[in-house]
């Protein structure tokens, strides 16, 4: 079943929804009208998204001695920053500098259009968004970029441990699975660990 990432009136915040039914066009952007479900609540909605066509920067990647001209396709509106790690169609690429005319920013939005300055990535930094009732914690951690993540599966963050209810990669899909290059967020709930009962021991009353 198809999944898209969008807010929900009961929950107050961003979940994974079930796409029920829908309309969608990629004719000048992304739009989508239709029924969705959402899986944290199982409340139905009639949901519309209207989204611009990506833009396309002017890319630079450094590769050994050599400075490559290419483009970086991204979306409207999203923040850009230095040490971030972004998917590109030869593999993933880690931004090093955002230059603007006469001068050079740590964080830029893609609207300003910027010349990014980027390096081949061996690894990626993930954001998890840990649910835990009306709070929600968030962490960082970097993993090699081909180390693949799945709902259901176990993660240690700190010292604490969750299960993967979601993920979403760069540009807004909701997967299943992904590796960690590809994805922007993982969605999580803590684990809470049943405490072990105390061994019982039992008296022997029979003697030699």
Not at 71 to 86: A, F, H, P, Y
Not at 195 to 202: C, E, I, K, V
Request: overall charge neutral; glycine content about 6%; hydrophobic content about 30%.
């Amino acid at each position: 079943m198809e999944e898209l990432w969008l807010f929900c009136d009961i929950c107050n915040e961003e979940n994974t929804h079930h796409i029920l039914k829908s309309r969608t066009s990629t004719k000048k952007g992304f739009s989508f009208q239709g029924v969705v479900k959402c899986i944290e609540c199982n409340s139905t909605s009639s949901k519309e998204v209207n989204e611009e066509p990506p833009l396309n920067l002017k890319l630079r990647i450094s590769i050994d001695d050599e400075t490559v001209n290419d483009i970086l396709t991204v979306d409207r509106g999203i923040q850009i920053e230095v040490g971030q790690t972004r998917p590109h169609p030869d593999g993933l690429i880690l931004i090093t500098g955002l230059e603007l005319p006469h001068k050079r920013l740590n964080q830029v939005y893609s609207q300003d259009n910027p010349i990014v300055w980027a390096k081949k990535a061996t690894h990626s930094k993930i954001r998890f968004a840990v649910h835990d009732g009306d709070q929600t914690d968030s962490y960082k951690q970097e993993f090699e970029i081909n180390v693949e993540f799945n709902k259901g599966m176990k993660v240690k963050l700190e010292d604490n441990l969750a299960r993967i209810t979601g993920i979403t990669l760069h540009g807004g899909k909701s997967v299943s699975s992904a590796f960690a290059f590809e994805i922007a967020r993982v969605n999580c709930k803590y684990i809470v660990e049943k405490p072990r009962s105390p061994p019982r021991f039992y008296r022997n009353n029979n003697y030699d």
